[in-house]
Antibody, heavy 119, light 109 residues
Framework: QITLKESGPTLVKPTQTLTLTCTFS??????????VGWIRQPPGKALEWLAL???????RYSPSLKSRLTITKDTSKNQVVLTMTNMDPVDTATYYC???????????WGQGTLVTVSS | EIVLTQSPATLSLSPGERATLSCRAS??????LAWYQQKPGQAPRLLIY???NRATDIPARFSGSGSGTDFTLTISSLEPEDFAVYYC???????????FGQGTKLEIK
């Protein structure tokens, strides 16, 4: 049974760096083909893909946010960490951690964590 | 960057009716097209992957079709629990990235 859970601050100030941790179970990020991604959703708006890390440490980022994002993994702890620099109120959103199904979709999602950017 | 356009933005139907949701890509996305259902306060749920394959435990009333740039999600006979927001999503290879449509809200008429 695959589960994922996001953790991190609920409130950050503008210009600060956001660090979110995804802790997962039911699969290993050292297994060939496995990927873990981050997707966000501003209140009342659509989903936006942010980043993905693969079992082989290949990392992919949304081109529009690439300069602000870093994704890393700790296979021994079953964790993936996303950092986003220079936070702005427009970054207020629910951030989801996801398990990437083979090829092109996301089959398991965490419950999401709402991050508010405000001074 | 590939843009996905979903239509209609809102679809008002009654239980038992057939729902047809459209997703159009700005350029060919091959078969890497997925559909998700999202209910208020919940994470999205994968319904369809690779354009036409139902995900685990998804009822047979949900079906996906299409290729290239035009894709459709069909719900053959709406159940009360099907009223939600639906998103399409694609994966492109160059650059490797994922994009979502803006969503279709399926509401009770």
């Amino acid at each position: 049974q695959i589960t994922l859970k996001e953790s991190g601050p609920t409130l950050v100030k503008p210009t600060q760096t956001l660090t979110l941790t995804c802790t997962f179970s039911g699969f290993s990020l050292s297994t060939s083909g496995v990927g873990v991604g981050w997707i966000r959703q501003p209140p009342g708006k659509a989903l936006e893909w942010l980043a993905l890390i693969y079992w082989d440490d290949d990392k992919r980022y949304s081109p529009s946010l690439k300069s602000r994002l870093t994704i890393t993994k700790d296979t021994s702890k079953n964790q993936v960490v996303l950092t986003m620099t220079n936070m702005d109120p427009v970054d207020t959103a629910t951030y989801y951690c996801t398990h990437r199904r083979a090829a092109g979709s996301f089959d398991y999602w965490g419950q999401g964590t709402l991050v508010t950017v405000s001074s | 960057e590939i843009v996905l356009t979903q239509s209609p933005a809102t679809l008002s139907l009654s239980p038992g009716e057939r729902a047809t949701l459209s997703c159009r890509a700005s350029q060919s996305v091959s078969s890497y097209l997925a559909w998700y259902q999202q209910k208020p306060g919940q994470a999205p749920r994968l319904l369809i992957y690779d354009a036409s394959n139902r995900a685990t435990d998804i009822p047979a009333r949900f079906s996906g079709s299409g290729s290239g740039t035009d894709f459709t999600l069909t719900i053959s006979s709406l159940e009360p629990e099907d009223f939600a927001v639906y998103y399409c999503q694609q994966r492109s290879n160059w650059p490797l990235m994922y994009t979502f449509g803006q969503g279709t809200k399926l509401e009770i008429k």
